[in-house]
């Protein structure tokens, strides 16, 4: 399956300041990745489709002049959080679609705003 | 339409026991049910998957059994170790009615496998 890694794997930054999160796919060009962003023991919540090229498709309730994504090539889907709040602090996983029903994910990024 | 409802929300095995873990959905479009692995502070892993066109699947210690008709999905860990102690999250999907390819997840189960 692909290899899929993500950048940093820990961050922590002052409220109000932005944040980006890379996740790259080693070995898979991937024409759409997938958000998630994960609360301590609780699912995975699905914040945005990232399409290669295109827009990235949003979640019903998912703010996205807040949460940017950037997919700029097959290899690369970036996460920015803008204008970070303590409740933006969770746990962000990537996932890339292999286009046959397949879905790898990166290890996350675990984001702590004070 | 769109949930996955999972159970139980956590299961204590012993070591060398069978742990089940059951998911029901209610799309009858979605093609492809996949169960994943996560230890705490890591991203999920794949464990296996099934097709709605067959109704068991064995990879290893790790079964699913696929009910079409009653539109639910299991996972048996046959002799389940301490290692297997994660969460795992069942998956439904993809949505294509949604024009994506989303999957619908399940809520998590945390099993613990005691030595």
């Known amino acids: 399956g692909a290899v899929v890694s993500q950048h940093p794997s820990w961050v922590i930054c002052k409220s109000g300041t932005s944040v980006k999160i890379e996740c790259r796919s080693l070995?898979?060009?991937?024409?759409?990745m997938f958000w998630y962003r994960q609360f301590p023991k609780q699912s995975l919540m699905l914040m945005a489709t990232s399409n290669e090229g295109s827009k990235a498709t949003y979640e019903q309730g998912v703010e996205k002049d807040k949460f940017l994504i950037n997919h700029a090539s097959l290899t690369l889907s970036t996460l920015t959080v803008t204008s970070a709040h303590p409740e933006d602090s969770s746990f962000y996983i990537c996932s890339v679609y292999d286009g046959s029903y397949e879905q790898y994910f990166g290890p996350g990024t675990r984001l702590t705003v004070t | 339409q769109q949930q996955v409802k999972q159970s139980p929300q956590s299961l204590i095995v012993q070591k060398g026991g069978i742990s089940i873990i059951n998911c029901a959905y209610e799309n009858t479009a979605f093609d492809y049910f996949p169960w994943y692995q996560q230890f705490p502070g890591k991203g999920p892993a794949l464990l296996i998957a099934i097709r709605p066109d067959v109704s068991e699947k064995k990879e290893g210690r790790f079964t699913i059994s696929f009910n079409k008709s009653a539109k639910q999905f299991s996972l048996h860990i046959m002799d389940s170790q301490p290692g297997d102690s994660a969460t795992y999250f069942c998956a439904a999907g993809p949505d294509l009615s949604s024009g994506t390819y989303k999957y619908i997840f399940g809520t998590g189960t945390r099993l613990k496998v005691l030595a």
């Open positions: 070995d898979f060009q991937a024409t759409t």
